[in-house]
């Protein structure tokens, strides 16, 4: 079994920054992806193990999706905020041998 805790949403003004984390415990797979999801599973960003990153458009050059495999989390910092991007965002990780697997979700909202 595979866990996955979040951390780090908040409400910040409109041009703000949050920093979302996203640590993994259990029966982690060295060979799996990680990423961050908003709404009814709309891709915001995913990161491989081996660092190959991919991000929606909507948030391409505002967003940094890391990670730190020694500790099985990962990380989405997120720059210029806009009331757009207001959302629950959800950690996720998938493996071959595991599935997917979800986050209970982090409120992030962008708000004046």
């Known amino acids: 079994q595979v866990q996955l805790v979040e951390s780090g949403g908040g409400l910040v003004q409109p041009g703000g920054s949050l920093r979302l984390s996203c640590a993994a415990s259990?029966?982690?797979?060295?060979?799996?992806?990680m990423g961050w999801y908003r709404h009814q599973r709309e891709l915001v960003a995913t990161i491989t193990s081996g660092?190959?990153?991919n991000y929606a458009d909507s948030v391409r050059g505002r967003f940094t999706i890391s990670r730190d495999n020694a500790q099985n989390t990962v990380y989405l910092q997120m720059n210029n905020l806009k009331p757009e991007d207001t959302a629950v965002y959800y950690c996720?990780?998938?493996?071959?041998?595991?599935?997917?697997?979800w986050g209970q979700g982090t409120q992030v909202t962008v708000s004046s």
């Open positions: 996720s990780y998938f493996a071959t041998i595991h599935g997917a697997v």
């Open positions: 259990g029966n982690i797979f060295s060979v799996n992806v």
């Open positions: 660092g190959s990153t």
